[in-house]
């Protein structure tokens, strides 16, 4: 089920990125030979005016195919040769390529929109946490050699409830809610430490008790309280209003695009200095593993975490390295320059060799999802 979700989001992620070049192109009047949903050898189509409309058997992604974007279309033919791509102006061009990219952003829109409509699982401010009845607690943070890190708890893993193998000081055993006062202070009450069972929803989303016992000398400031070692926040499940939630929906996709874009900077500088940490960084592996768990989660988790995919994809997308959109749209910005086409043979080399050091990056970052496996 997971790599049938995961070959759902890509297809969608990459026809939808296909689709903004293919109307653009259309709009600017050039002539668009194929739209097609996957990848040949063809299993079925039709012709509408002069496009075709195919589906393919190979079901990981799409592509249009545009007359005149290939050189050698310039070469071989001069039919319509004012409607080929390279033969319209720069600024044509440059919107068509730019389309996908904008198509894959207003994506992330809709779908982030449509999340905060359905209900996101997100932080509470303090005043709210006792009028939401289905506030939980979410571990944000586990310090390194706590008793929490030590029984396996983990970042993003929410505490559903509590209870003492004993009976406490205060009377009190149980605890549910998602008050993290109400729970420090009943887990840090007693005077002689008590193991405690926590009942937790993973980030894989399955269900699992923990057995962890409070240790003094956790805490620099209190060495003699005890304490388990995690930072906690209140969370629930919160619901936008449907006029409202476009415009949160486009604030939080600049966020969203902006901390991504920052990170990208971040890691390709790390690479122009040979200090990336490639184990942060998931290739169709990781993404396909993640969309599983995201499915779990529910609707809501999987279209966020579709929405993320989206907004990397276009961000990457404008990178200015060669067989990308960015890459070709440097190529376009020169030619406008020189006032003349870049030669054929350098197009197509410099294309290959950026093609080929993307997927030697794939591979590498393929290589460490599968350690990850292992390990």
């Not at 004012?82 to 829109?109: D, E, H, K, T, Y």
């Not at 003699?224 to 476009?246: C, D, E, F, H, Q």
């Not at 961000?315 to 749209?329: E, H, Q, S, Y």
């Amino acid at each position: 089920m997971t790599i049938v979700l995961f070959i759902v989001v890509l297809v969608a992620l990459i026809v939808v990125h296909e689709f903004g070049h293919f109307i653009v192109a259309k709009l600017s009047g050039m002539r668009v030979d194929e739209f097609g949903i996957g990848y040949p050898p063809r299993a079925w189509g039709f012709k509408k005016g002069e496009t075709e409309y195919t589906l393919n058997w190979l079901p990981f992604g799409g592509f249009v195919r545009i007359y005149g974007e290939d050189e050698q279309d310039r070469v071989e033919g001069t039919k319509d040769l004012a409607r080929a791509f390279g033969s319209r102006p720069r600024l044509q061009q440059a919107l068509v390529l730019l389309a996908g990219i904008v198509m894959n952003l207003a994506f992330a829109w809709v779908l982030l929109s449509a999340t905060l409509f359905m209900g996101t699982l997100r932080a509470l401010p303090a005043e709210k946490v006792a009028t939401t009845p289905d506030a939980h607690l979410a571990i944000t943070n586990v310090l390194p050699g706590s008793p929490a890190e030590k029984a396996g708890l983990k970042a993003g893993d929410i505490i559903l409830g509590a209870r003492a193998t004993v009976t406490t000081p205060s009377g009190a055993s149980d605890f549910t809610g998602g008050d993290p006062d109400a729970f420090t202070a009943l887990i840090t009450a007693p005077v002689t430490e008590t193991s405690w069972t926590l009942s937790l929803e993973r980030a894989n989303g399955k269900n699992e008790d923990v057995s962890v016992t409070p240790e003094r000398g956790i805490i620099k400031s209190d060495p003699g309280r005890p304490a388990l070692g995690v930072s906690l926040a209140s969370v629930a499940v919160l619901r936008t209003v449907w006029y409202k939630a476009p415009v949160e929906g486009a604030a939080l996709t600049w966020e969203v695009t902006k901390e991504t874009a920052l990170g990208l900077i971040h890691f390709f500088g790390s690479i122009a200095t040979f200090t990336a940490d490639l184990t942060q960084v998931s290739g169709p592996i990781g993404i396909a593993g993640a969309v599983g768990n995201a499915s779990s989660h529910g609707l809501s988790a999987l279209l966020s975490l579709t929405a993320v995919i989206s907004i990397n994809l276009a961000l990457i997308n404008v990178l200015p390295i060669p067989a990308l959109d960015g890459g070709r749209l440097l190529f376009v910005f020169i030619e406008a320059i020189i006032r003349r086409p870049i030669p054929a043979s350098v197009s197509r080399t410099v294309n290959t060799v950026g093609f080929g050091l993307l997927i030697l990056l794939m591979v590498v970052v393929s290589a460490h999802d599968i350690f990850k496996f292992f390990v």
